[in-house]
């Protein structure tokens, strides 16, 4: 079973920078697609990024894209988000997540870390 492990969350003013980090562990990744969704306060939780861990493939939802960065180390299993130009908007708790690549369902969630963005 794998398991998720995120790091990295904390309080920054807009327009600042933080770096998230999910530890991964329990299987290899070889077939897997890792990433993020997060949830703010009375909203559904909502895709951020993903990468696919062998070919590195990423996706961003629109409301990101050139501003945060997901990317992987298969040597420390490790998977991170530079998140750059932060908004009062990008605060949220931030999930990582982990799937088999081409299916829909996800197999294992974090436990989830805290992003408050200041204005």
């Known amino acids: 079973q794998v398991q998720l492990v995120e790091s990295g969350g904390g309080l920054v003013q807009a327009g600042g920078s933080l770096t998230l980090s999910c530890a991964a562990s329990g299987r290899t990744f070889s077939s897997y697609t890792l990433g993020w969704f997060r949830q703010a306060p009375g909203k559904e939780r909502e895709f951020v990024a993903a990468i696919t861990w062998t070919t590195s493939t990423t996706y961003y939802a629109d409301s990101v894209k050139g501003r945060f960065t997901i990317s992987r180390d298969n040597a420390k299993n490790t998977m991170s988000l530079q998140m750059n130009s932060l908004k009062p908007e990008d605060t949220a708790i931030y999930y990582c997540?982990?799937?088999?690549?081409?299916?829909?369902?996800?197999?294992?969630w974090g436990r989830g870390t805290q992003v408050t963005v200041s204005s």
């Open positions: 997540f982990a799937k088999i690549s081409g299916r829909a369902n996800v197999d294992s």
